[in-house]
């Protein structure tokens, strides 16, 4: 599932091409992806102007005028491609045409993806934005706003770091990178871990984001850009996906383990529990 650096990635590159854009039509094609339904999104998407696209989390919020948002959240699969295919038309879900002429393609091979078109008062609620946790690079997210949001915490490290509730954007990825990082086993128990612990985890979550955003992203299964292009921050992990590999600090092999139901790679000898 594309995280916080692989969105922020999707909406760089289309902040630069969609801004000021007026929607001419929709094609739909799955009609499971569009809520409240495919029916009401394709008949209220019409002359919709962009005036904005910012990010939540992993969703993509496109502000538009009439005080209306549509908001795209790509799950496992999902690809949006500007003005082009990827090959893959037999997963093309949906196809936004604008009044210019361009197109930007909804393609999704396992269709989990969703795009929901609703008013500004009432879409927080209905994509379930509205449960989501402070932003890793909102202004408030100080160390001691991190301190103080872990201060009574209990549970499993990695568990925690996926929780979109607590701090939103985070993913099996990068939460595996920021264990390692921080040199924390991912199993480590929070009410167990020391105040000079939470400022290495603190540290290592703003750098690893911002490594991932830096890199565009990173490509290990289906990520790509809106041009179609892979992210280069595969090449980049330090542990994970590296099974066997030797860790970069000790040489000793990267184990694989699962935490909170997903794999998880981390260094035994780095990261003691």
Same mark, same amino acid.
């Given at each position: 599932? @594309? ?8 909406? *760089? ?13 929709? $094609? ?11 029916? +009401?999104?394709? &008949? ?30 790509? *799950? ?5 491609? %500007?003005?082009?295919?990827?090959? *893959? ?11 210019? !002429? ?13 795009? %929901?078109?609703?008013?500004?008062? +009432? ?36 568990? #925690?770091?996926?929780?979109? +509730?607590?701090? &939103? ?5 990068? &939460? ?9 086993? @991912? ?8 105040? &000079? ?17 830096? /890199? ?5 299964? +289906? ?5 179609? #292009?892979? !992210?280069?921050?595969? /090449? ?7 099974? !066997?590999? @030797? ?14 139901? *997903? ?5 035994? $000898?780095?990261?003691?529990?």
């Amino acid at each position: 599932m @594309p995280e916080l650096p692989e969105v922020e990635t999707i909406i *760089r590159e289309l902040k630069s091409v969609l801004i000021g854009k007026k929607f001419a039509s929709l $094609n739909v094609k799955v009609d499971s992806i569009f809520l409240p339904s495919a029916k +009401d999104v394709t &008949a209220k998407i019409k002359n919709l102007k962009i005036l904005d696209i910012q990010r939540r989390g992993k969703f993509i919020v496109l502000v538009l005028d009439k005080k209306m948002r549509l908001v795209i959240h790509l *799950r496992m699969t999902g690809r949006l491609l %500007w003005n082009m295919s990827d090959g *893959r038309e037999k997963f093309i879900c949906g196809v936004f045409s604008f009044t210019d !002429g361009t197109s930007l393609i909804y393609s999704d091979v396992r269709k989990f993806g969703k795009i %929901w078109l609703y008013n500004e008062k +009432d879409y927080e609620q209905a994509t379930g934005i509205k449960r989501l946790g402070i932003e890793p690079f909102d202004s408030r997210f100080s160390l001691e706003y991190f301190l103080d949001l872990f201060a009574d915490k209990k549970g499993i490290l990695k568990n #925690t770091l996926l929780r979109q +509730d607590i701090i &939103a954007g985070i993913g099996n990825i990068y &939460a595996d990178e920021v264990c390692f990082k921080s040199r924390l086993n @991912p199993k480590s128990r929070l009410e167990k871990l020391k105040k &000079a612990d939470y400022i290495k985890l603190y540290l290592a979550i703003i750098s690893c984001l911002e490594e991932g955003i830096n /890199h565009n992203g990173t490509s290990v299964s +289906d990520f790509v850009g809106t041009r179609g #292009t892979l !992210g280069k921050h595969q /090449h980049y992990l330090q542990v994970y996906g590296r099974k !066997g590999d @030797p860790c970069y600090v000790c040489k000793n092999p990267i184990k694989k383990t699962v935490v909170a139901g *997903r794999g998880t790679f981390y260094c035994e $000898n780095c990261q003691k529990l």
